[in-house]
C-alpha cells in the first residue's frame, strides 16, 4: 500500500530555514515525478515545486523561486524541500505527492495530476 508522509514543519521567525521531508513507502518514489504543495486557509491548494522522474528536472513557482529547493533521494525513498529566507505569507499546510504517470514528460504544479498525497506537516512563519 503507497503511503507518503511529511514532516519537517514547524514555527519559525521571518527570515528563518525549514528542511521539510516526504518519506514514501510501499513504492519506489524515484520512478515518479514528485510535487510540493501548499495550503492556507481559505484558500486553495497551490503547487509550489516539483522535480519530474527521468530526467529530474526541477520546476518552481515565481513566489518560492530562489528561496526554496527541491530534491530526492532516490536511495532512501526520500524527497525534500529546503525552504529559506521564510516570510508570513509562506505559513501554510506543506503536502508532497507523487504522480505515477508515464516517464519522460515534464511534472506540473497542478494538483489534480498527482496520485497520492501525504497528510502535510504545518509550517508558520512569525514576522
Known amino acids: 500500500q503507497a503511503q507518503i508522509v511529511e514532516s519537517g514543519g514547524g514555527v519559525v521567525q521571518s527570515g528563518g530555514s525549514l528542511r521539510l521531508s516526504c518519506a514514501a513507502s510501499?513504492?519506489?518514489?524515484?520512478?515518479?515525478?514528485v510535487g510540493w504543495f501548499r495550503q492556507a486557509p481559505g484558500k486553495e491548494r497551490e503547487g509550489i515545486s516539483c522535480?519530474?522522474?527521468?530526467?529530474?528536472?526541477?520546476y518552481y513557482v515565481d513566489s518560492v523561486k530562489d528561496r526554496f529547493t527541491i530534491s530526492r533521494d532516490n536511495e532512501r525513498n526520500m524527497a525534500f524541500l529546503e525552504l529559506s529566507n521564510l516570510k508570513p505569507e509562506d505559513t501554510a499546510v506543506y503536502f508532497c505527492?507523487?504522480?505515477?504517470?508515464?516517464?519522460?514528460?515534464?511534472?506540473?504544479?497542478?494538483?489534480?495530476?498527482?496520485?497520492?498525497w501525504g497528510q502535510g506537516t504545518q509550517v508558520t512563519v512569525s514576522s
Open positions: 522535480i519530474s522522474n527521468g530526467n529530474g528536472r526541477l
Open positions: 510501499g513504492f519506489n518514489l524515484g520512478y515518479y515525478a
Open positions: 505527492a507523487e504522480d505515477n504517470g508515464p516517464m519522460g514528460f515534464p511534472c506540473t504544479l497542478e494538483p489534480q495530476t498527482y496520485d497520492d
